[in-house]
């Protein structure tokens, strides 16, 4: 069994791309027979066995020995790697390749899917593999970009200088540096820990404490205190609330003295 299979057809991606046919595979870490797989995903062998021969004609599942079994052949498959990459040749560029500078995004996914091709073209058989893998986090201040990236490059120049010969093993370098995606943990985001704002010296209200009521416009209407005062006071001062001035409500229908007299009728003889 490979340790990776690399996929570049899409013939292949579309005969492992089926749930069904993934729980079949992962299966199929171990040498077992279609009855086995079918009686471990409460499955028919039939059904099993379509998956299955899918999967070894698109080269994902090998056939590795064969028993008979009252009379009938039986085969027993295990799958081809323990990993399975999808190449991004699948699909394919979409749309005209544009020239990228070295810093850009596009030229470090570029990157990226060469050293996972690489990666998976190795020949795992052999008796050593010397590789190493490095990684890390730094800080770097906007004006001091361009002082590291210096560093970078004169650090890279003196090592294929120093080892750019033709003699010896052939080995990639490929240096790989971009944003940390942000976390989403409380300590990356202090905005959101900072207590509340003490409530000004000012304010009458207590920090703690419901608001203060608004006054109530005034009204016409006399409360039940006013009331009551007035209810309580002597018949002199009663009386003289609940008699209206006659004065004041006397009729005005009488004309005054500048008033002209009024016009007599005469009486047609």
Known sequence: MREVLYLEEIEQAEALL????????????????CSEIAERLGQTPQRVYYHVKRLVEAGLVDLVSERKVRGIHEGIYQAGARSYWLSPRLVGRIGLRKARDELSLGYLLDLMEEVQSDIAALDRSAPELPSVGL???????????????????TMLRELFTRYGGAEGDAFKLAVACYPKAADDSPANHPETNTPPPPASPTSPASPTGPPAAAPSPPT??????????????????????????????????????????PRSRQRRR
């Open 18 to 33: 089926k749930p069904q046919r993934v729980e079949v595979l992962r299966q199929l870490a171990e040498p077992r027979t």
């Open 135 to 153: 990684s890390g986090e730094i800080h770097v201040r906007p004006e001091r970009r361009q002082e590291f990236l210096d560093d970078l490059q």
């Open 220 to 261: 016409d209407r006399p409360d039940a205190d006013s009331s009551a005062a007035i209810d309580q006071s002597d018949p002199a001062s009663t009386a003289a609330i609940d008699q209206p001035d006659l004065a004041s409500t006397a009729p005005t229908d009488r004309p005054g003295p500048d008033a002209a007299p």
